[in-house]
């Protein structure tokens, strides 16, 4: 994708450095509670406390932290584009595109929808409208998912704008309603159809950037559809357990994925892709 030089956006709350040093500002609860227990168990003072699960990158060679800064920057240069393309697609359905704020943490950080560690990989929030992604996913992707390239990447931020982007539309709170009405089976039937759709507006997101801006380069969609294929819950469950258990999906198979990215891709159309009316899916 071709990125250097774009406009970064300004939406980012950069917590890398926050996290960075062991005793986390933004660690709210589990950093307050670590402090009390060293305060009753009578730990020294030093300032410097360890968090269970957190940290593990805290110290940073300057090579490592040139490339983090390189993904920051990238990453806030993709958010720009979605923000540039969904406040035009939302104009043309009359409305308005208030950005999402992304965060950027390193090892830990705490959302509205709770604590988030580099393990949860990114997520977006509908409490807070806020974008949760610790760079390190990014290497995740290429080591972990086999799913390599700046593009992927992408994706994977377009992704968490598409939910954004359901919760703008009154999708996400539709679904938050069937959560306390379902059981999990039939909650995850639709939590797939959520998930599927946010790949179709990311699809379409890929689609108009690259007719506003001309950013792809060859293979760029190849690896969107890569990491899309890689990181199906059919792929994932089989890696992690050795089997599949299809009714608790909850983002698609890896065809599902592949299928609705391209085919937001292919149509740039956001009115053809209701997932929850969609046959394959019943
Ligand atoms: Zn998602």
Redesign the pocket.
């Known amino acids: 994708m071709r990125w250097i030089g774009g406009r970064e956006s300004t939406n980012v709350d950069d917590r890398r450095g926050v996290s960075g040093g062991g005793l986390v500002a933004g660690g709210g609860i589990i950093g307050v509670i670590v402090v009390i227990l060293r305060l009753l168990l009578g730990g020294g003072g030093d300032g410097s406390i360890p968090i269970p699960g957190g940290g593990q990158s805290q110290q940073m060679t300057t090579e490592e932290k040139a490339a983090d800064d390189e993904r920051a920057k990238f990453v806030k240069v993709v958010l720009g584009y979605t923000e540039d393309v969904w406040t035009q697609l939302m104009a043309q359905q009359g409305k308005q595109y208030p950005a999402p704020t992304l965060v950027l943490f390193r090892g830990q950080a705490q959302s509205a929808c709770g604590f988030a560690s580099s393990a949860t990989g990114p997520?977006?929030c509908p409490g807070d409208q806020e974008l949760y992604i610790d760079l390190s996913f990014y290497q995740e992707l290429k080591d972990r998912f086999n799913a390599p390239g700046d593009f992927a990447m992408a994706y994977v931020v377009a992704?968490?704008v598409g939910?954004h982007i359901q919760k703008l539309l009154g999708i996400a709170d539709k679904m938050e309603r069937l959560h306390g009405q379902l059981n999990e089976t039939e909650y995850n039937k639709y939590s797939v159809m959520m998930?599927l759709q946010?790949d179709f507006f990311a699809g379409v997101w890929a689609n108009h950037v690259q007719q506003m801006k001309n950013v792809l380069e060859e293979g760029d969609i190849d690896e969107a559809l890569n990491a899309a294929t890689a990181i199906g819950d059919d792929r994932l469950q089989k890696e992690a357990q050795g089997y599949v258990v299809p009714e608790s999906f909850t983002?698609g198979t890896s065809k599902q994925r592949y299928y609705w990215f391209k085919k937001g891709f292919d149509t740039g159309d956001i009115n053809q892709g209701d997932t929850f009316h969609d046959p394959s899916l019943q």
């Open positions: 997520f977006y992704h968490e939910h998930e946010a983002h």
